[in-house]
């Protein structure tokens, strides 16, 4: 066997290529083994680079996990300062809050190990086809080398971990929304813990602009696109896919995919309006339903002093005070959108365990003017940071 056809892939003898192989791509053997080897040298850097890769990535869920675990006691510990001085209700409260962050940094840390496990495994497959490039590199058995290249050149049945990123699961908030709601029996270091959430969540502002080609044609709105209010006469405008044409909202002009970000609403002087997020891919047209099922998690204000909150069913709740400023704050990979009244601290509403799959955009609604009553603006305000 002096010759290999790389038409058939297989080695010959001089005599064959005069018969079964005449006119196919036929090369010594030693030309053939030379090229093969090159590429296996190719594949065993490819091999070396990709443990190296994974080496690097069980570093990072280690280091995930670790600091999960820092962020997960921070949380706890500022929970039980604040808790330790209130009822036994509270304490039970807190108890489950601590026992639901618990949960979620040991899911968490299940879950690294358990990638970590896997990585290790695709590490060791890989490390045995390394190992046996490496053996056959080292032979002077040509046809051993030819006939084994095909399985050794090919990877061994292992992930693509390129686009997977460890992700440490939020814990802030959980003891401020338990806070909320029990605030009827809240002292004042509950007080100091919805200040300080809302602090934090303050430092994820974005600035928001509404977005006129959304806009009902009864819509008016600023031209710096940070204040809308309800005309009673409607404008000529293009029935663009974009536009609501029954309900008299307006999206922003962003639109956000992940992480975080907040905003804030002037809502003085108005007795109805709706605020919220949308998914972009919702229906605009039509009577639409302002629900979580439809892509709109919706807080509205009613009558001047009903608030209610379009879940699943429908919440009607309780503020302390009638808001003259809302806060809204969304969590994308958490699920969460929380709504504050930013003059009091108060989570008025949170929307949990929400499940985001499109792009959202905030919406806001001023709602009918009702000749008057209502005519007040809705306004996007500057986030002023607390102190």
């Not at 056809?5 to 005449?22: G, I, M, N, P, Y």
């Not at 922003?252 to 108005?270: D, I, L, P």
Request: hydrophobic share 35%.
């Amino acid at each position: 066997m002096e010759l290999f056809c790389r038409t058939d892939q297989a080695c010959v003898c001089q005599l064959c290529d005069k018969s079964e192989h005449e006119g196919h791509d036929v090369v010594p053997l030693g030309e053939e083994c030379k090229g093969k080897k090159m590429e296996l040298a190719k594949a065993e850097v490819k091999f070396d680079q990709m443990i190296q890769d994974r080496k690097l990535k069980i570093q990072e869920l280690i280091q995930t996990v670790k600091h999960s675990k820092e962020a997960a006691d921070k949380e706890a510990a500022n929970g039980v300062y604040v808790f330790t001085a209130l009822t036994q209700s509270v304490e039970t409260s807190l108890a489950e809050g601590i026992e639901h962050i618990k949960l979620k940094q040991k899911t968490a840390a299940i879950k690294a190990e358990a990638l970590v496990k896997e990585l290790d495994h695709e590490i060791s497959k890989l490390m045995k086809r390394s190992s046996e490039v490496k053996q056959i590199l080292q032979s002077d058995d040509p046809l051993h080398l030819i006939n084994n290249f095909a399985f050794l050149n090919a990877l061994p049945p292992i992930k693509d971990w390129t686009k997977s990123s460890p992700r440490q699961p939020s814990y802030e908030g959980t003891m401020a929304r338990a806070a909320a709601r029990l605030k009827a029996t809240l002292n004042k270091g509950t007080e100091k813990l919805l200040e300080a959430e809302l602090k934090r969540v303050q430092q994820y502002a974005v600035d928001v602009t509404l977005d006129p080609k959304t806009a009902h044609p009864k819509l008016i709105l600023s031209d710096d696109g940070k204040q809308v209010n309800h005309s009673d006469v409607q404008m000529n405008l293009p029935d663009n896919p974009e536009r609501f044409s029954y309900r008299v909202i307006v999206l922003s002009e962003q639109s956000f995919s992940s992480g975080r970000f907040y905003y804030e609403v002037e809502v003085r002087g108005k007795t109805k309006w709706d605020l919220g997020v949308a998914s972009g891919s919702a229906d605009r047209k039509g009577q639409i339903a302002s629900s979580p099922e439809a892509g709109y998690w919706t807080l509205q204000l009613r009558n001047g002093n009903e608030y209610i909150a379009l879940a699943n069913p429908e919440v009607v709740l309780s503020v302390r005070q009638r808001p003259h400023k809302m806060g809204v704050f969304v969590d994308y990979e958490e699920g969460l959108i929380s709504f504050f009244d930013v003059d009091t601290t108060d989570i008025i509403y949170s929307f949990t365990g929400c499940t985001f799959t499109d792009k959202l955009h905030p919406f806001f609604s001023p709602c009918c003017n009702d000749g008057g009553d209502n005519s007040a603006p809705l306004r996007i305000s500057v986030v002023q940071k607390m102190d």
